[in-house]
């Protein structure tokens, strides 16, 4: 979960029927006799076809082969079709590359070692919203935590400033480039407000396609009223290159969480707090939790990825969170929860932030402000990663 957008509904695939029913009026051109004989089988006929027609209007927006799915021959359906039935499964490598879609971002954010414990956190991000106008925006912040130096930028075009490729994404920008295609990708900007960064990133694991726990999906998350998404990650990609800050430029390495989300959805009607955390046994954490503009919940959910690759959906019950320490920004006196208790199944983790002046104040690219930095985890296990609080001006306006 990250930016917000306008809700366009996406055009889907469906079936056609007339062939059937061109099938059945074959059948009743035939010598009057037959028709005189064959009258009680025409009723029955016809009552089949209006039973078939009727259930083919209830699946008319389905590809065939998704309903045959749904619903095997000679067994009734386990349950409701999901809406995220509907659309085209995930399938890359084509869904690297841009889409058209109402929103879409590529987004990274990382810890970056440098010589002599030094340490650097940043994301980047690119986002091409499609509404009256297209435009891309970009963001970028880079934080020295030895000195809590903290750099940001971000701008605004009209268009998408990207190359053409079936299979990935190249976007250029004045001083900044993002691209990347599979396991490959590179980032390079030359002045994120005085600051550098270069990384080339290589991927070994396999791609993780986020769907809610018991959705037949993969890849699709339904946030109802405000339209459905596609998303996956490459949770921990090993990155090497390097940071400058003045006349001072030195190597860096480390893993990078990257997140690849599309789709028709408004995700303005929405905030949330989305954590993701590289745990010290090699596992990788995603859990967002989305609450409406009255703070009120709507969906908790996650996906927990084992170091041998196998990726599991976590359902709502089976994650706690609690907040456990504030920051209130001495610019926008925006009260964000910067320390939480997160309990999954396997136990509770203290997550707390590295940084915690790590507001966002993106007024000039996208009108909204946000809190992304870099947590330190202890508790049942210790890691790091990246917290993002988005929507809480709106709980501060509730509040009032």
């Given at each position: 979960?990250?930016a917000p957008?306008?809700?366009?509904v996406?055009?889907?695939?469906?079936?056609?029927?007339p062939?059937r029913?061109?099938?059945?009026?074959?059948?009743?051109?035939?010598?009057p006799?037959?028709r005189i004989?064959?009258?009680?089988?025409a009723?029955l006929?016809?009552a089949?076809?209006?039973?078939?027609y009727?259930?083919?209007?209830l699946?008319?927006?389905l590809?065939a082969?998704?309903?045959?799915?749904?619903?095997?021959?000679?067994?009734?359906?386990?349950?409701?079709?999901?809406?995220?039935?509907?659309l085209?499964?995930?399938?890359?490598?084509?869904d690297?590359?841009p889409h058209?879609?109402?929103?879409e971002w590529?987004y990274?954010?990382?810890?970056l070692?440098?010589?002599g414990?030094?340490?650097?956190?940043?994301?980047v991000?690119?986002f091409v919203?499609n509404?009256?106008?297209k435009?891309?925006v970009m963001h970028?912040a880079?934080t020295?935590?030895?000195t809590?130096?903290?750099?940001?930028?971000?701008?605004?075009t009209g268009?998408?400033?990207a190359?053409?490729?079936a299979?990935?994404?190249?976007f250029?920008g004045?001083?900044?480039?993002?691209?990347?295609?599979?396991?490959a990708h590179?980032?390079?900007f030359?002045d994120i407000?005085g600051?550098a960064?270069?990384?080339?990133?290589?991927?070994?694991?396999?791609?993780?396609a986020h769907h809610a726990?018991g959705?037949?999906?993969?890849?699709l998350?339904?946030?109802g009223?405000s339209?459905?998404s596609y998303y996956?990650?490459?949770p921990?990609?090993?990155?090497?290159?390097?940071?400058?800050?003045?006349?001072?430029?030195?190597?860096?390495?480390?893993?990078?969480?990257?997140?690849?989300?599309?789709?028709?959805?408004?995700?303005?009607?929405?905030?949330?707090?989305?954590?993701?955390?590289?745990?010290?046994?090699?596992?990788d954490?995603?859990?967002?939790?989305?609450?409406?503009r009255?703070?009120?919940p709507?969906?908790?959910?996650?996906?927990?990825?084992?170091?041998n690759g196998?990726?599991?959906?976590?359902?709502?019950?089976?994650?706690?969170?609690?907040?456990?320490?504030?920051?209130?920004?001495?610019?926008?006196?925006?009260?964000?929860?910067?320390?939480w208790?997160?309990?999954?199944p396997?136990?509770?983790l203290a997550i707390?932030?590295?940084?915690?002046d790590s507001e966002?104040?993106?007024?000039?690219s996208s009108?909204?402000?946000?809190?992304?930095g870099p947590?330190r985890?202890?508790?049942?296990?210790?890691?790091d990663g990246?917290?993002?609080?988005?929507?809480?001006?709106?709980l501060?306006?509730?509040?009032?």
């Amino acid at each position: 979960m990250r930016a917000p957008s306008s809700f366009i509904v996406m055009k889907l695939a469906g079936n056609d029927p007339p062939q059937r029913y061109n099938r059945f009026g074959r059948s009743q051109r035939r010598r009057p006799l037959w028709r005189i004989l064959l009258a009680p089988v025409a009723l029955l006929l016809l009552a089949a076809v209006a039973c078939f027609y009727g259930l083919r209007v209830l699946d008319a927006d389905l590809p065939a082969a998704q309903v045959a799915t749904a619903s095997p021959a000679g067994s009734a359906p386990a349950g409701p079709v999901e809406r995220t039935a509907k659309l085209p499964p995930l399938s890359l490598p084509a869904d690297d590359a841009p889409h058209g879609s109402a929103m879409e971002w590529w987004y990274y954010s990382g810890l970056l070692d440098g010589p002599g414990g030094q340490r650097w956190a940043f994301h980047v991000a690119v986002f091409v919203a499609n509404s009256m106008i297209k435009h891309t925006v970009m963001h970028a912040a880079l934080t020295d935590l030895a000195t809590g130096r903290r750099y940001t930028a971000q701008s605004r075009t009209g268009g998408i400033p990207a190359q053409a490729s079936a299979h990935g994404f190249e976007f250029q920008g004045t001083g900044w480039t993002l691209g990347g295609a599979g396991p490959a990708h590179h980032l390079r900007f030359d002045d994120i407000g005085g600051a550098a960064l270069t990384l080339d990133l290589q991927d070994a694991s396999p791609v993780v396609a986020h769907h809610a726990s018991g959705s037949l999906t993969p890849g699709l998350l339904d946030f109802g009223d405000s339209g459905i998404s596609y998303y996956y990650s490459r949770p921990r990609m090993s990155a090497r290159g390097s940071v400058g800050s003045g006349s001072a430029t030195q190597p860096v390495s480390g893993k990078v969480w990257f997140d690849h989300q599309w789709g028709e959805f408004d995700v303005g009607r929405l905030g949330w707090s989305w954590f993701a955390l590289h745990l010290a046994d090699g596992s990788d954490l995603m859990v967002y939790q989305l609450f409406d503009r009255q703070g009120l919940p709507v969906a908790t959910t996650g996906t927990v990825v084992r170091p041998n690759g196998a990726a599991r959906a976590l359902a709502a019950n089976e994650i706690s969170l609690q907040p456990a320490r504030r920051w209130v920004s001495p610019r926008s006196r925006i009260d964000y929860v910067v320390g939480w208790n997160l309990k999954v199944p396997w136990g509770e983790l203290a997550i707390d932030a590295l940084h915690d002046d790590s507001e966002f104040d993106a007024a000039a690219s996208s009108a909204n402000i946000y809190w992304e930095g870099p947590v330190r985890v202890g508790g049942a296990q210790a890691g790091d990663g990246f917290l993002e609080l988005s929507g809480y001006e709106a709980l501060k306006a509730a509040q009032r």
